[in-house]
Protein backbone atom coordinates (compact mmCIF):
# COMPACT_ATOMS: atom_id res chain seq x y z
CA UNK A 1 0.00 0.00 0.00
CA UNK A 2 1.11 3.48 0.36
CA UNK A 3 -0.32 6.98 1.26
CA UNK A 4 0.40 10.66 0.65
CA UNK A 5 0.22 14.30 2.38
CA UNK A 6 0.32 17.24 0.42
CA UNK A 7 -0.07 21.40 1.61
CA UNK A 8 -0.10 24.60 -0.75
CA UNK A 9 -0.24 27.82 1.55
CA UNK A 10 0.88 31.04 2.31
CA UNK A 11 3.88 30.05 4.60
CA UNK A 12 6.24 27.56 5.27
CA UNK A 13 4.84 23.87 4.41
CA UNK A 14 7.17 21.93 5.59
CA UNK A 15 6.19 20.97 9.19
CA UNK A 16 2.93 19.97 7.81
CA UNK A 17 4.08 17.61 5.72
CA UNK A 18 6.08 15.89 7.60
CA UNK A 19 3.97 15.33 10.41
CA UNK A 20 0.71 14.84 7.84
CA UNK A 21 2.71 12.12 5.90
CA UNK A 22 4.37 10.70 9.26
CA UNK A 23 0.47 9.86 9.93
CA UNK A 24 0.66 7.46 7.13
CA UNK A 25 3.15 5.35 8.21
CA UNK A 26 0.75 2.43 9.25
CA UNK A 27 0.67 2.07 5.20
CA UNK A 28 3.94 1.59 4.53
CA UNK A 29 7.32 0.55 5.49
CA UNK A 30 10.04 0.61 2.51
CA UNK A 31 9.98 3.79 1.80
CA UNK A 32 9.53 7.44 2.33
CA UNK A 33 10.12 10.77 0.33
CA UNK A 34 9.45 14.35 0.44
CA UNK A 35 9.48 17.01 -2.74
CA UNK A 36 9.05 21.13 -1.81
CA UNK A 37 9.26 23.78 -4.02
CA UNK A 38 10.09 27.37 -3.29
CA UNK A 39 10.03 30.50 -4.94
CA UNK A 40 13.55 30.96 -4.74
CA UNK A 41 15.39 27.24 -5.40
CA UNK A 42 12.47 26.00 -7.01
CA UNK A 43 11.84 22.10 -6.57
CA UNK A 44 13.93 19.89 -4.04
CA UNK A 45 13.49 16.33 -2.69
CA UNK A 46 14.56 14.20 -0.38
CA UNK A 47 13.95 9.89 -0.32
CA UNK A 48 14.76 7.59 2.55
CA UNK A 49 14.97 4.11 3.25
CA UNK A 50 12.39 3.08 6.14
CA UNK A 51 12.30 -0.40 6.48
CA UNK A 52 14.46 -0.10 9.98
CA UNK A 53 13.86 3.00 11.13
CA UNK A 54 10.43 5.47 11.02
CA UNK A 55 9.83 7.75 8.85
CA UNK A 56 10.18 10.97 11.54
CA UNK A 57 13.84 9.66 12.22
CA UNK A 58 14.71 9.68 8.80
CA UNK A 59 13.71 13.03 8.11
CA UNK A 60 13.97 14.88 11.38
CA UNK A 61 16.69 16.89 9.37
CA UNK A 62 14.31 18.29 6.72
CA UNK A 63 13.52 20.98 8.87
CA UNK A 64 17.45 22.35 7.75
CA UNK A 65 17.43 21.12 4.61
CA UNK A 66 14.20 22.18 2.82
CA UNK A 67 11.91 25.08 2.23
CA UNK A 68 8.76 25.93 0.16
CA UNK A 69 5.34 27.37 0.79
CA UNK A 70 4.43 23.86 -1.26
CA UNK A 71 5.26 20.23 -0.64
CA UNK A 72 4.42 16.37 -1.09
CA UNK A 73 4.92 13.46 1.07
CA UNK A 74 4.78 9.59 0.95
CA UNK A 75 4.91 7.07 2.25
CA UNK A 76 5.63 4.08 -0.32
CA UNK A 77 5.45 0.27 0.23
CA UNK A 78 6.86 -0.62 -3.30
CA UNK A 79 9.36 1.82 -5.29
CA UNK A 80 11.08 5.00 -4.21
CA UNK A 81 9.33 8.56 -4.92
CA UNK A 82 8.52 11.01 -5.26
CA UNK A 83 10.02 10.70 -8.08
CA UNK A 84 11.11 14.25 -10.21
CA UNK A 85 10.55 14.64 -13.66
CA UNK A 86 11.25 17.39 -16.38
CA UNK A 87 9.14 17.21 -19.09
CA UNK A 88 6.86 19.84 -21.54
CA UNK A 89 4.94 20.25 -18.79
CA UNK A 90 7.89 22.17 -16.78
CA UNK A 91 9.60 20.26 -13.91
CA UNK A 92 7.00 18.71 -11.43
CA UNK A 93 7.41 16.20 -8.41
CA UNK A 94 5.05 13.16 -8.89
CA UNK A 95 3.64 10.40 -5.81
CA UNK A 96 1.24 7.78 -6.58
CA UNK A 97 -0.58 4.88 -4.31
CA UNK A 98 -1.64 1.76 -6.30
CA UNK A 99 -0.47 -0.89 -8.20
CA UNK A 100 0.53 -1.36 -12.15
CA UNK A 101 0.09 -4.91 -12.92
CA UNK A 102 0.67 -4.45 -16.64
CA UNK A 103 3.79 -2.21 -16.40
CA UNK A 104 5.60 -4.83 -18.71
CA UNK A 105 3.07 -4.40 -21.70
CA UNK A 106 3.22 -0.44 -21.11
CA UNK A 107 7.05 0.06 -20.96
CA UNK A 108 7.48 -2.01 -24.32
CA UNK A 109 4.29 0.36 -25.68
CA UNK A 110 6.05 3.26 -24.58
CA UNK A 111 9.39 2.34 -26.47
CA UNK A 112 7.26 1.89 -29.42
CA UNK A 113 6.13 4.79 -29.90
CA UNK A 114 8.46 7.24 -28.11
CA UNK A 115 12.29 5.91 -28.47
CA UNK A 116 12.64 6.87 -24.92
CA UNK A 117 13.82 5.54 -22.13
CA UNK A 118 13.90 4.55 -18.31
CA UNK A 119 16.26 4.79 -15.56
CA UNK A 120 16.28 0.96 -14.66
CA UNK A 121 16.39 -0.15 -11.12
CA UNK A 122 17.76 -3.13 -9.69
CA UNK A 123 16.85 -5.98 -11.99
CA UNK A 124 16.09 -3.80 -14.91
CA UNK A 125 12.95 -2.51 -13.11
CA UNK A 126 11.37 0.71 -13.95
CA UNK A 127 9.69 2.50 -11.24
CA UNK A 128 6.06 2.51 -11.38
CA UNK A 129 5.86 6.33 -10.55
CA UNK A 130 7.94 7.03 -13.03
CA UNK A 131 6.41 5.21 -15.92
CA UNK A 132 2.84 6.90 -14.39
CA UNK A 133 4.58 10.12 -15.56
CA UNK A 134 5.92 9.01 -18.94
CA UNK A 135 2.03 8.10 -19.62
CA UNK A 136 0.83 11.74 -18.62
CA UNK A 137 3.56 13.25 -20.44
CA UNK A 138 2.27 12.07 -23.79
CA UNK A 139 -0.55 13.99 -23.81
CA UNK A 140 -1.04 17.69 -23.57
CA UNK A 141 -1.78 19.02 -20.25
CA UNK A 142 -2.14 17.21 -16.53
CA UNK A 143 -5.64 16.37 -16.31
CA UNK A 144 -5.59 14.88 -19.92
CA UNK A 145 -2.39 13.24 -18.93
CA UNK A 146 -3.46 11.41 -15.68
CA UNK A 147 -7.14 10.75 -17.44
CA UNK A 148 -4.97 9.21 -20.01
CA UNK A 149 -2.43 7.22 -17.44
CA UNK A 150 -5.49 5.72 -15.34
CA UNK A 151 -7.30 4.72 -18.42
CA UNK A 152 -4.52 3.08 -19.69
CA UNK A 153 -3.38 1.13 -16.14
CA UNK A 154 -4.49 -2.13 -14.94
CA UNK A 155 -4.75 -1.77 -11.41
CA UNK A 156 -5.17 1.46 -9.37
CA UNK A 157 -3.03 4.84 -9.48
CA UNK A 158 -3.80 7.66 -7.24
CA UNK A 159 -2.12 10.74 -8.22
CA UNK A 160 -0.44 13.56 -6.22
CA UNK A 161 1.58 16.70 -8.08
CA UNK A 162 3.93 19.39 -6.90
CA UNK A 163 3.95 21.56 -10.34
CA UNK A 164 7.35 24.15 -10.47
CA UNK A 165 4.94 27.24 -9.86
CA UNK A 166 3.99 25.57 -6.40
CA UNK A 167 0.53 24.39 -7.69
CA UNK A 168 -0.77 20.83 -6.12
CA UNK A 169 -2.35 18.65 -8.68
CA UNK A 170 -4.52 15.80 -6.76
CA UNK A 171 -6.45 12.91 -8.83
CA UNK A 172 -8.32 9.77 -7.05
CA UNK A 173 -7.95 6.76 -8.75
CA UNK A 174 -10.57 5.79 -11.36
CA UNK A 175 -12.63 4.01 -9.55
CA UNK A 176 -12.14 5.42 -6.24
CA UNK A 177 -10.82 2.48 -4.47
CA UNK A 178 -8.98 4.41 -2.76
CA UNK A 179 -9.65 8.13 -0.60
CA UNK A 180 -8.62 11.16 -1.25
CA UNK A 181 -9.51 14.07 0.72
CA UNK A 182 -8.86 17.77 0.84
CA UNK A 183 -8.73 20.21 3.91
CA UNK A 184 -8.75 23.85 4.15
CA UNK A 185 -7.63 26.36 6.79
CA UNK A 186 -6.96 29.97 6.42
CA UNK A 187 -4.03 29.72 5.20
CA UNK A 188 -4.28 27.14 2.68
CA UNK A 189 -5.32 23.66 1.42
CA UNK A 190 -3.58 19.96 1.91
CA UNK A 191 -4.38 16.86 0.00
CA UNK A 192 -4.15 13.69 2.15
CA UNK A 193 -5.09 10.13 1.98
CA UNK A 194 -6.14 9.66 5.36
CA UNK A 195 -8.36 12.63 6.65
CA UNK A 196 -7.48 12.37 10.47
CA UNK A 197 -4.21 13.19 9.19
CA UNK A 198 -5.04 16.57 8.43
CA UNK A 199 -7.35 17.40 11.48
CA UNK A 200 -4.64 17.18 13.76
CA UNK A 201 -3.00 19.84 11.73
CA UNK A 202 -5.99 22.31 12.07
CA UNK A 203 -7.52 21.57 8.45
CA UNK A 204 -11.02 21.43 8.44
CA UNK A 205 -12.71 18.98 5.84
CA UNK A 206 -13.31 20.58 2.76
CA UNK A 207 -13.90 17.89 0.31
CA UNK A 208 -13.27 14.08 -0.55
CA UNK A 209 -12.54 13.39 -3.93
CA UNK A 210 -14.98 11.21 -6.30
CA UNK A 211 -13.92 8.36 -8.63
CA UNK A 212 -11.43 9.86 -10.97
CA UNK A 213 -11.68 13.35 -10.27
CA UNK A 214 -9.09 15.53 -10.65
CA UNK A 215 -8.26 19.32 -8.99
CA UNK A 216 -5.97 21.88 -8.84
CA UNK A 217 -4.78 23.46 -5.56
CA UNK A 218 -3.23 27.02 -4.70
CA UNK A 219 -3.20 28.28 -1.24
CA UNK A 220 -6.13 30.67 -2.08
CA UNK A 221 -8.36 28.40 -4.77
CA UNK A 222 -9.57 24.81 -5.48
CA UNK A 223 -10.11 24.28 -9.33
CA UNK A 224 -11.94 21.27 -10.26
CA UNK A 225 -10.06 19.51 -13.93
CA UNK A 226 -12.50 16.96 -14.25
CA UNK A 227 -15.52 15.96 -12.81
CA UNK A 228 -15.96 12.59 -11.26
CA UNK A 229 -17.24 9.36 -12.85
CA UNK A 230 -20.26 7.60 -11.31
CA UNK A 231 -18.68 4.46 -11.13
CA UNK A 232 -16.98 3.33 -7.74
CA UNK A 233 -15.65 0.59 -6.09
CA UNK A 234 -14.11 1.41 -3.24
CA UNK A 235 -11.91 -1.42 -1.00
CA UNK A 236 -13.81 -2.63 1.82
CA UNK A 237 -10.75 -3.50 3.66
CA UNK A 238 -10.22 -0.28 4.21
CA UNK A 239 -12.24 -0.45 7.18
CA UNK A 240 -11.58 -4.33 8.01
CA UNK A 241 -7.78 -4.02 8.19
CA UNK A 242 -5.51 -1.36 7.26
CA UNK A 243 -6.94 1.69 7.49
CA UNK A 244 -6.66 4.04 10.32
CA UNK A 245 -9.35 3.80 13.29
CA UNK A 246 -10.13 7.52 13.39
CA UNK A 247 -10.30 8.14 9.70
CA UNK A 248 -13.24 8.60 7.94
CA UNK A 249 -14.14 7.31 4.11
CA UNK A 250 -16.84 8.10 2.14
CA UNK A 251 -18.40 9.24 5.37
CA UNK A 252 -18.24 6.03 7.47
CA UNK A 253 -15.48 6.24 10.50
CA UNK A 254 -13.44 2.95 10.67
CA UNK A 255 -13.98 2.65 14.39
CA UNK A 256 -17.24 2.65 14.56
CA UNK A 257 -17.89 0.51 11.78
CA UNK A 258 -15.39 -1.76 13.56
CA UNK A 259 -17.41 -2.13 16.49
CA UNK A 260 -20.65 -2.22 14.23
CA UNK A 261 -18.90 -5.26 13.14
CA UNK A 262 -18.55 -6.81 15.76
CA UNK A 263 -21.92 -6.96 17.04
CA UNK A 264 -22.83 -8.14 13.77
CA UNK A 265 -20.72 -11.09 14.38
CA UNK A 266 -21.86 -11.66 17.75
CA UNK A 267 -25.12 -11.79 16.67
CA UNK A 268 -24.38 -14.52 14.11
CA UNK A 269 -23.14 -16.30 16.73
CA UNK A 270 -26.27 -15.92 19.11
CA UNK A 271 -28.51 -16.97 16.55
CA UNK A 272 -26.31 -19.92 15.75
CA UNK A 273 -25.25 -21.16 18.96
CA UNK A 274 -22.16 -20.91 18.64
CA UNK A 275 -20.69 -19.67 21.76
CA UNK A 276 -21.22 -21.12 25.32
CA UNK A 277 -18.89 -20.48 28.58
CA UNK A 278 -17.05 -17.90 26.60
CA UNK A 279 -14.43 -16.06 29.86
CA UNK A 280 -12.79 -13.40 27.82
CA UNK A 281 -13.49 -12.37 24.15
CA UNK A 282 -10.09 -10.79 23.09
CA UNK A 283 -8.73 -8.63 19.86
CA UNK A 284 -5.69 -10.14 18.02
CA UNK A 285 -3.89 -6.66 18.39
CA UNK A 286 -3.96 -3.94 16.94
CA UNK A 287 -6.66 -3.99 14.07
CA UNK A 288 -8.75 -6.81 15.37
CA UNK A 289 -9.22 -4.91 18.99
CA UNK A 290 -12.31 -2.61 17.74
CA UNK A 291 -14.25 -5.45 16.46
CA UNK A 292 -13.58 -7.42 19.63
CA UNK A 293 -14.95 -4.84 21.24
CA UNK A 294 -18.01 -4.48 19.54
CA UNK A 295 -18.31 -8.37 20.07
CA UNK A 296 -17.90 -7.98 24.03
CA UNK A 297 -20.71 -5.43 24.11
CA UNK A 298 -23.35 -7.36 22.09
CA UNK A 299 -22.52 -10.63 23.66
CA UNK A 300 -21.92 -9.35 27.05
CA UNK A 301 -19.13 -10.93 27.53
CA UNK A 302 -16.28 -9.11 29.40
CA UNK A 303 -13.22 -8.19 26.92
CA UNK A 304 -9.89 -8.26 27.79
CA UNK A 305 -6.44 -8.25 26.93
CA UNK A 306 -5.01 -11.66 28.04
CA UNK A 307 -1.37 -10.97 26.49
CA UNK A 308 0.10 -7.79 25.67
CA UNK A 309 2.19 -6.25 22.44
CA UNK A 310 5.79 -4.86 23.57
CA UNK A 311 6.29 -2.27 21.10
CA UNK A 312 7.92 0.26 22.45
CA UNK A 313 11.59 -1.27 20.96
CA UNK A 314 10.84 -4.31 19.33
CA UNK A 315 10.23 -3.62 15.45
CA UNK A 316 7.29 -4.07 13.46
CA UNK A 317 7.54 -8.30 12.64
CA UNK A 318 6.76 -8.24 9.54
CA UNK A 319 9.64 -5.95 8.08
CA UNK A 320 12.21 -8.88 8.11
CA UNK A 321 11.89 -10.98 4.57
CA UNK A 322 12.96 -14.09 6.71
CA UNK A 323 9.53 -15.28 8.09
CA UNK A 324 11.77 -17.10 10.64
CA UNK A 325 12.53 -13.95 11.52
CA UNK A 326 9.58 -11.96 11.13
CA UNK A 327 7.73 -14.97 13.66
CA UNK A 328 10.57 -14.77 16.47
CA UNK A 329 10.09 -10.74 16.65
CA UNK A 330 6.15 -10.98 16.89
CA UNK A 331 6.70 -13.73 19.56
CA UNK A 332 9.00 -11.62 21.68
CA UNK A 333 6.82 -9.16 21.58
CA UNK A 334 4.00 -10.87 22.75
CA UNK A 335 3.61 -10.82 27.00
CA UNK A 336 1.02 -12.96 28.23
CA UNK A 337 -1.32 -11.75 31.05
CA UNK A 338 -1.24 -15.14 33.27
CA UNK A 339 -4.41 -14.33 35.33
CA UNK A 340 -6.37 -13.89 32.35
CA UNK A 341 -5.68 -16.97 30.56
CA UNK A 342 -4.46 -19.77 32.79
CA UNK A 343 -8.02 -22.34 32.91
CA UNK A 344 -9.88 -19.96 30.49
CA UNK A 345 -11.99 -19.70 27.30
CA UNK A 346 -11.05 -17.19 25.29
CA UNK A 347 -12.35 -15.99 22.26
CA UNK A 348 -10.24 -13.62 19.90
CA UNK A 349 -11.43 -11.94 17.24
CA UNK A 350 -8.69 -10.98 14.29
CA UNK A 351 -9.02 -8.53 11.85
CA UNK A 352 -8.66 -11.50 8.62
CA UNK A 353 -7.11 -14.70 8.22
CA UNK A 354 -4.75 -14.23 5.47
CA UNK A 355 -1.77 -16.87 5.67
CA UNK A 356 -2.39 -18.44 9.27
CA UNK A 357 1.07 -17.89 9.90
CA UNK A 358 1.54 -15.91 12.96
CA UNK A 359 -1.70 -16.54 13.85
CA UNK A 360 -0.89 -20.45 14.61
CA UNK A 361 1.39 -19.01 16.57
CA UNK A 362 -0.05 -16.94 18.64
CA UNK A 363 -3.08 -19.49 19.44
CA UNK A 364 0.16 -21.93 20.40
CA UNK A 365 1.23 -19.47 22.58
CA UNK A 366 -1.84 -19.00 24.35
CA UNK A 367 -2.30 -22.49 25.03
CA UNK A 368 1.37 -22.94 26.22
CA UNK A 369 0.60 -20.52 28.65
CA UNK A 370 -2.23 -22.06 30.43
CA UNK A 371 -5.29 -21.10 28.09
CA UNK A 372 -8.51 -23.84 28.45
CA UNK A 373 -9.62 -23.10 24.55
CA UNK A 374 -9.41 -20.70 22.01
CA UNK A 375 -11.72 -20.13 20.15
CA UNK A 376 -11.31 -17.51 17.06
CA UNK A 377 -12.92 -15.78 14.77
CA UNK A 378 -12.04 -13.60 11.88
CA UNK A 379 -13.86 -10.39 11.06
CA UNK A 380 -14.03 -10.12 7.21
CA UNK A 381 -14.86 -13.19 5.30
CA UNK A 382 -12.69 -15.86 4.03
CA UNK A 383 -9.68 -14.41 1.38
CA UNK A 384 -9.93 -16.64 -1.48
CA UNK A 385 -8.18 -13.94 -4.21
CA UNK A 386 -4.94 -12.29 -3.74
CA UNK A 387 -5.85 -8.12 -4.11
CA UNK A 388 -4.81 -7.19 -7.78
CA UNK A 389 -5.56 -3.81 -7.18
CA UNK A 390 -3.77 -2.24 -4.30
CA UNK A 391 -1.59 -5.13 -3.54
CA UNK A 392 -2.24 -4.54 0.46
CA UNK A 393 -1.22 -8.09 1.49
CA UNK A 394 2.16 -9.82 0.96
CA UNK A 395 0.93 -13.15 -0.83
CA UNK A 396 2.57 -13.66 -3.86
CA UNK A 397 0.09 -16.22 -5.64
CA UNK A 398 -3.17 -16.91 -4.12
CA UNK A 399 -2.23 -20.51 -2.97
CA UNK A 400 -0.48 -18.49 -0.04
CA UNK A 401 -4.01 -18.09 1.21
CA UNK A 402 -4.85 -20.25 3.70
CA UNK A 403 -8.24 -20.99 3.05
CA UNK A 404 -7.82 -21.60 -0.68
CA UNK A 405 -4.64 -23.91 0.49
CA UNK A 406 -6.74 -25.86 2.71
CA UNK A 407 -9.74 -26.11 -0.16
CA UNK A 408 -6.94 -28.12 -2.09
CA UNK A 409 -6.16 -29.77 1.11
CA UNK A 410 -9.66 -31.04 1.24
CA UNK A 411 -10.49 -31.22 -2.45
CA UNK A 412 -7.72 -30.59 -4.88
CA UNK A 413 -8.03 -27.78 -7.43
CA UNK A 414 -11.29 -29.22 -8.26
CA UNK A 415 -12.62 -27.57 -5.09
CA UNK A 416 -11.75 -23.84 -6.24
CA UNK A 417 -14.96 -24.69 -8.39
CA UNK A 418 -16.69 -24.13 -5.45
CA UNK A 419 -15.38 -21.23 -3.30
CA UNK A 420 -18.44 -19.41 -2.90
CA UNK A 421 -19.76 -22.42 -0.76
CA UNK A 422 -16.93 -23.12 0.68
CA UNK A 423 -16.79 -19.28 2.35
CA UNK A 424 -20.41 -20.12 3.68
CA UNK A 425 -20.60 -21.65 7.22
CA UNK A 426 -24.07 -22.99 6.43
CA UNK A 427 -22.88 -25.44 3.56
CA UNK A 428 -21.40 -28.63 4.08
CA UNK A 429 -18.20 -27.33 2.15
CA UNK A 430 -18.08 -24.67 4.32
CA UNK A 431 -18.42 -26.42 7.46
CA UNK A 432 -15.59 -28.63 6.53
CA UNK A 433 -13.20 -25.64 5.76
CA UNK A 434 -13.86 -23.97 8.88
CA UNK A 435 -13.61 -27.39 10.59
CA UNK A 436 -9.90 -28.30 8.74
CA UNK A 437 -8.25 -24.77 9.65
CA UNK A 438 -9.46 -25.51 13.19
CA UNK A 439 -7.47 -28.80 13.22
CA UNK A 440 -4.70 -27.23 11.63
CA UNK A 441 -4.38 -24.45 13.81
CA UNK A 442 -6.05 -26.19 16.91
CA UNK A 443 -9.38 -23.76 17.10
CA UNK A 444 -11.95 -25.07 19.69
CA UNK A 445 -14.04 -23.24 17.01
CA UNK A 446 -14.12 -20.85 14.04
CA UNK A 447 -15.88 -18.37 12.09
CA UNK A 448 -15.68 -15.93 9.64
CA UNK A 449 -17.84 -12.34 9.20
CA UNK A 450 -20.06 -12.86 6.08
CA UNK A 451 -19.90 -10.74 3.32
CA UNK A 452 -23.32 -9.46 3.41
CA UNK A 453 -22.41 -8.71 7.28
CA UNK A 454 -18.96 -6.78 6.66
CA UNK A 455 -21.32 -4.79 3.69
CA UNK A 456 -23.93 -4.35 6.70
CA UNK A 457 -21.13 -2.93 9.06
CA UNK A 458 -20.09 -0.33 6.44
CA UNK A 459 -22.91 0.69 5.04
CA UNK A 460 -22.63 1.73 1.77
CA UNK A 461 -24.27 0.37 -1.21
CA UNK A 462 -22.58 -3.21 -2.23
CA UNK A 463 -22.20 -1.53 -5.63
CA UNK A 464 -19.99 0.68 -4.34
CA UNK A 465 -17.44 -1.47 -2.77
CA UNK A 466 -14.89 -3.50 -4.16
CA UNK A 467 -14.93 -6.98 -2.49
CA UNK A 468 -12.53 -8.82 -4.67
CA UNK A 469 -10.55 -10.53 -2.11
CA UNK A 470 -13.64 -12.24 -0.87
CA UNK A 471 -15.46 -13.31 -3.54
CA UNK A 472 -13.54 -12.38 -6.76
CA UNK A 473 -15.63 -9.17 -7.47
CA UNK A 474 -15.00 -5.98 -7.74
Known amino acids: MGGFFGV???????????????????????????????????????????????FRTKFEDVFDEMQGTSA?????????????IRSHHGTYAICTIGIVNNKEELIEKYFSVSGGHFDAMTGGAVNSTELIAALIDQKTDFAEGIRFAQE???????????????DLIAARDRVGRL?????????????????????????????????GEIVRLTAHSMEQLAPPGEEMHIC???????????????????????????EIMAENDAAAGNTTDIDYVSGVPDSGTPHAIGYANKSGVPFSRPFIKYTPTWPRSFLSSKQSERSRVAKMKQIPVHELIVDKNLLFVDDSIVRGTQLKETVDFLYDNGAKAVHMRSACPPIMYGCKYLNFSRATNDMELLARR????????????????????????????????CDKFHFASLEFQSLEGVIKAIGLEPCKLCTYCWNGKE
Not at 24 to 42: E, F, K, Q
Not at 152 to 166: V, Y
Open 179 to 211: PVLVGKNEHGYCVSFESFAYKKLDYADEKELGP
Open 236 to 262: SFLWSYYGFSTSNYEGVNVEVMRYRNG
Open 72 to 84: IGCISDSDPQPMM
Open 8 to 54: VCDHDAISDVFFGTDYHSHLGTRRAGMAAYDPTIGLQREIHNIQNSP
Open 152 to 166: SIEGTASILILCDNG
Open 406 to 437: VIVELEGEDGLNYIEEYSDSSTERGKNLRQAI
